[in-house]
Structure formats: C-alpha cells, structure tokens
C-alpha cells in the first residue's frame, strides 16, 4: 500500500524532466503499521486510493492553441483538461485520443466538453476552470490537442494542463470508442489548427490541491456563486489571480495523516443533525459512499446543509455510454477525485450518479437522506439536489433502468420536503447568469424551475444532452405523475364469453400496468366501486368471493405520490345455476357405408343455460367438445353391443349438467326376410356377411319384422342398378332409386325413425324399372 500522498514537479525527479507530469497518489485514509497492504482496519471495506497524473500543455505563441504530443503514461481511465481562472471559458475545442493498455489500439479524437463552469463550487482557492471529466477506461497513452475558437482574441486561458486518473481497482477496457464524435454546436465552432509547436516543460501554475484551505472570502450562501460568467480570466474572491510558476520548481512530501475514525465530522465540533424527514416515496436502494469505497481523506471538509431542497438537476457526465456497469464504482470514485484534485472543489458535486443499469450511488458526503449542499448547476446549487447519470446523451436516450433510478431518488428527495415530481418551483439565482434557451438569471431574483429540472434549464449547456433532456416529462410522470397502463389483464377462476366472465363465485382478479412496481404504492380490487382487497405495489392480482349477480370489476392503483388511477371495468357474472337438457340426448341411425364393426349413426341434444352455455362434452364412448349451439354429431357404433353415450353441459360459470343415453344397433342379413318373387344369392367379401340377395323380378318382395326405435336400408349401388318401393308397418312410405354413377357397397341408402323403441315391418318391393331392373340388397340395420 502507498502511505502517503506525493505532490510532484516537473524538476522534482528524472522522469518529469521528459515527461513534464505531476502525479499525486491517493491514500485509503488507513495506516499500514505492518507495511504488509493490509490497514489496521478490515481491508475489504477500507477506502481504494486514486492516483492523478497531471501534465501541463504547451500552448502556442500566438495563444491560439495547445497540445500535449502523443506519449506513453502511467496507467489512468478518466481524463479532463484544467486551466487556472474558473471563470475562463474555452470557446473553441478540446480533444484528446488515448491508447487502451489492454489492446495497445488508439481511439479516434474524443471531444472533451467544455461547457462545465469551474464556479460551481465558489469561496475557494485553488478552484480551476476544467472540461467535464471523461472515462477512457485502462489506458496508457495519450495526445490532446485544444484550438480557441473563431474570433476568440483573448485566445486560451493559461494553466492548461491534463489531468488523469487511476481510480483503482481493476476495471475493463471499453468498448470501441468511435473515430470522431458529432461536436456539439456551442461546444465546438471551429476545425482544429494544425499543431506545430514544441513539446516544452512547464510546471504546475496553480497551487497544489492537497494545500488548499476554504477560502476567508465569505459568501451570501455557501458553495454558491456570486460573480458573473466572464469568458476571460478575471480575479475575484472566487477566482483568485493566477499564481506565477516557480522558477524552481521543487520535490514537496506531504506527512501522512492519521485515518479518521468516520467520514462525517465529530461530533464534538459539528452540533448533532436533526432526524432527516420522512418521505412521501420510499427510499431506493443507494450505494452508499463506503461502498463504492470513496476515499475520505482527500474530503476532509464538512458538508454544508440546506434547510429543504425544492428541486433536482439532472446531469449526465463522464462522456461515454460504452463503459460495464461492473466499473460503476471505479467511474463515480474517478469522478470524486477529478472533482476535488482537479477542480479544486471540497468533494463529488453531483449528490446522487446513476449508471445505465439504475443503480443509484451516494454523492457528496453528509447523507443521502440529508439535505446537503453540492456543487451541479452554477447559480442554483442552493435548495436543489444534483443527479448525474453516467453516459453521453446528446444523441442516445439513457437507459429506462437509468431514468426509473433517476425518478425514484427525485420522488424520495422531494418527498422529503414535500414536493411534487411533476410541479413547478421558484427558485433564486445565486449568480447571474443564463440558460441553454437563453433565459437570463439576475443574483438574488427568483425563477420558476419544473421540480425535476435538466442542467440546462439553469445554465447555458447542452447537459444532460438533448435524448436525457427528452426523457424528463417521462421521468416526472414516473416520480410524480399517475400510474400509466393500468388494465386487467386475467381473471382466473371465470370464463369470458365476450366481455363477460362468469364464475360461480371466487375468482382471482390479475392486472398490469407500464409503471414500475417500485413507483406504486398499493392496488385495490373494487367490485361495484367499492375495495374487497388491498395489496402492495409489487402484487399484481388479488382474490374475491362474489355474491350471485352481475358485477363491474376494477383495479384502482395508488402511486407513490398519492395519485390514483382506476382501470377500465370488467363484467363478472357470479351465479350458480346449472345449465339443462332440454332435449336429452338421442341416437338413430343415419346413412352412410355399414361395416361389421361400425354402424353409422347420429347423436342428438339441446342444452341451455339461465346465463351463458359454454359447450358441451361427449365424455363416452369417445371423448368430443362441441360448442354452445351445435345440437347434433354424426358417430359410429358397433354393432351387436349396447353402448352409452354420455354426455355433461358446462356454464361459463363451471355449473354443470349430465345426460346420457344407450343404443344397440343390429345388423338383419337379407336371409332374416320373408321374400316373395324371385330372389337371387350372391357372394363376394364386399357383402355383409359374404352374401347378398338380387332381384330383377317387378313386385318382388323381402319383409324384416323387428323391435326398434331406427332403421336403415342397406344396399348394394352400381349404374344399372333399379329402383324400388318402400312400405313401414305396411304403408308405402318412399321411391329409392339405387342407381349410382360410382359402385357402393353396404351403403345405408334409406332410414327412418321413431321417438320410441316399438315392434315395426319394413318391406322392400322392385320397381322393375326399364332398363335397369335390378336390385341388390344387403340386409337391413336396426337400432335397439
């Protein structure tokens, strides 16, 4: 472990004198009295140390332009460009390429964006104007380039120097960066020059951030600012005069300091805080500094407190939307140390960062729950909290699990104040100043703010990019608004004829919704407008039991801002009575080709129901499912053997009827006749039976005698075949003329019925029609 923190020159040893680097090296605020890297405490929770590197630039003679030649580094994965007036403004462009430590490979020119102003954080010495820090992941290389914009005659502001740095721990590589960013309009105005200066040494102009104190300057409020944006170098309380680099520069070792024992002041020299109020939204789960292993020695100032805050800045930082969430952690600690060792601030000036995949990490120190003032949006740090999301959104929308996070720590931190997400604000400017949409800010007035506001809707920038800028009304209506989407979407335990369901009581009501579960308070199930059952807002169905009648179903969901919305009406019908036969079910024979094992026949029934008819179920002998309005089914049975056929209806509700009944059908072979005329045997395996009787002879006769309640007619059919008359119990009740154009055998070419079984005659007579006189026939098959 490296114990103590190292503030070097360019003189101060060999290497500088080639490189012209300052490099600061970060402690974890524990000893080491071992010297065997482990602290005194456990060193799983002790803090990471961060080393920065810094790297003045070599500006050229007219002003106009600085570089820093392509070079080999010591490993760093953020970088940003300083300069020594806060109130300095580049109007032109700032670059810089690096080269992944894992690949060896250099990316294309990445923009640094300059719209950050370094006053965020006033009443300060050491304070630098600086670029927004930008994650590059492992790197060991780099090259920046910066060009003053057309017409820019004041040229760059002095003390131009880069800053990078290793957050520690491992972290991966990122995925490729593009060649070349779209620059943003006001950022970047002008091509570059081309750059043909030398590389030059120049040592550090500004004093050393591990020496700065709080400046004695006081303030009308603190960490807010009071001057005015000025594009040149002006020397104010807030911005003190360039210091002049030393002719000689020298080696300076700070004495390592003794851990403290808690990131938060003593007790003894802070009064204790009050509780923290209780929030109308619950608290998300936040990552707290600890955690993500902030190095508390290099932010040994206490935090400073608001009486409330009244609204959220949103901001995007860190350029970049190609990093892993798994180096998360290692971004937001890059970002503390760039913010403190770099700008010259107290501590990380976002209160709250998000990552892309929502988790959500402690800001600036004091507590999450507090209301702690922090340095985000110039003019407006005062009464507000500042949430950077990790990303580049001018042309990409942030992820939804990033602007759900975002809208759950804006409801949380409102809620404690009593704000409304999606309402308006006055607030008062601290500085003056103006905005992205060119509203001007005058010290001390009041402006009318939405509580979640974007970064430029309080300063003149891009942030947090047009896509995020696009995403707020959404985020508000998440934090604040109603819960969006809300339908029903099952109701298990009934069944739905059109947009009806029926259910003999229970049921089990489910919903859904776009709004995330973590923004809902509770459902409430309403039946006839009033709750039957109440769950939390990650349940998605509840149970009722429904007296008989007809029901209006709905969901009412409340969200955590105290709004509700209810859904469309569902139609439940409860009731219990079951469905009928009104015609029981019947058989009879039917036409069709008859065989020794099947004998074709028709199934007949009528089911109603008081409510809804569902269908009906052939359960016996074979298992079939017919609708509501069907009343008939063509079968086959097998002959000789009595079979039941059994039947249930089914309501809608699940009520249920049964039904059934048995038939026999018998097969009478032509011999079983009583003939008259002349009557001919004939033989073939395409006969029931092997036999059949043929007959040419007109009025030639076979009688059948049985006890049924159906009968049929079987037959042979060719196209010569003839015609004959057909008499029940004696009357003539039917002309069948057998002629067929294809050959048929054991075709069941006539039936009849009755609506009783009952002892019955049937005789068949040839026509002895012209040219085709003949008949075959092949028994006849009666139903039992």
Known sequence: MRSQRRIWTTAAVATAAVTGVLVFQGVTGGSDPDGDGKSGADAKSAPVEADVYRTPLTTSEDGGSAALPQRSTEPFSLLGVTWTDPAAQVTGRIEARTRSAATGTWTGWLPLDTEIDGRTEAGRTGVRGTTEPRWVGPSNGVEVRVTAGNGVKAGLPAGLRLDTVDPGGSTTPLAAEPAAFAAEPAAFAAEPAAFAVEETETPSDDPSPGDETPSGTPTEEPGEETAEPSPTPTPTAESPSPTPPSPTPSRTTASPKPPSASPTPSPSTTPPLPPAPPSTAPRPPIVSRADWKADESISKEAPDYLDRVKAVFVHHTAQTN???????????????????????????????????????????????????????????????????????????????????????????????????????????????????????????????????????????????????????????????????????????????????????????????????????????????????????????????????????????????????????????????????????????????????????????????????????????????????????????????????????????????????????????????????????????????????????????????????????????????????????????????????????????????????????????????????????????????
């Open 322 to 784: 190609s990093y892993s969430c798994a180096d998360s952690a290692a971004i937001v600690r890059g970002l503390h140390t760039y913010h403190v060792k770099s700008n010259g601030w107290k501590d990380l000036g976002y209160n709250f960062v998000v990552d892309k995949c929502g988790t959500i990490f402690e800001g600036r120190k004091g507590g999450a729950d507090r209301a702690v003032l922090g340095a985000h949006t110039y003019g407006f740090n005062r009464d507000t909290t500042g949430i950077a999301v990790i990303g580049m959104h001018t042309d990409t929308k942030a992820a939804s699990a990033a602007t759900t996070s975002v809208a759950r720590i804006a409801a949380w931190k409102l809620g404690q104040y009593k704000g409304d997400p999606a309402g308006t604000v006055m607030l008062t400017a601290g500085a003056a100043g103006g905005n992205f949409f060119g509203t001007k800010f005058a010290a001390g007035k009041e402006y009318p703010f939405q509580q979640i506001s974007g970064h430029r809707d309080g300063f003149n920038t891009q942030c947090p990019g047009g896509s995020l800028y696009g995403q707020l009304p959404a985020v508000r209506s998440l934090a604040g608004g109603s819960v969006t989407g809300l339908t029903i979407a099952s109701v298990t335990g009934a069944s739905a004829s059109g947009s009806t369901y029926y259910t003999k009581s229970n049921v089990t009501v489910g919903w859904k919704t776009t709004t995330p579960a973590s923004f809902v308070r509770s459902y409430e199930l309403l039946v006839g407008g009033k709750p039957v059952a109440t769950v939390k807002g990650n349940v998605t169905s509840a149970s009722a039991a429904l007296p008989v009648g007809r029901h209006s179903v709905q969901v009412r969901a409340t969200h955590q801002s105290g709004k509700t919305t209810t859904s469309a009406a569902a139609t439940v019908v409860a009731e219990k009575t079951p469905p009928a036969f009104t015609t029981k079910p019947a058989l009879t024979l039917r036409t069709g080709t008859v065989n020794a094992d099947a004998v074709p026949l028709t199934l007949r029934w009528k089911a109603t129901d008081a409510a809804a008819l569902k269908e009906v179920r052939l359960t016996a002998p074979v298992a079939k499912t017919y609708g509501p309005t069907t009343g008939s089914a063509s079968h086959t049975a097998k002959p000789g053997k009595a079979t039941a056929w059994k039947m249930t209806a089914y309501d809608h509700a699940g009520n249920t009827a049964a039904a059934s009944v048995t038939g026999s059908p018998v097969i009478l072979q032509e011999s079983a006749a009583k003939k008259t005329g002349k009557w001919t045997t004939k033989s073939s395996k395409s006969y029931l039976g092997g036999k059949s009787l043929s007959s040419s002879a007109k009025k030639a006769s076979l009688t059948w005698t049985f006890t049924g309640r159906s009968a049929s007619w079987v037959v042979s059919r060719a196209a010569t075949s003839g015609q004959a008359y057909v008499y029940v119990d004696g009357k003539k009740v039917a002309t069948v003329d057998l002629k067929s154009s294809a050959t048929k055998y054991r075709d069941a070419i006539w039936t009849t019925s009755w609506a009783s079984s009952g002892k019955h005659t049937v005789k068949i007579v040839v026509v002895g029609t012209k040219g085709r006189p003949a008949i075959t026939t092949d028994g006849l098959v009666y139903l039992r």
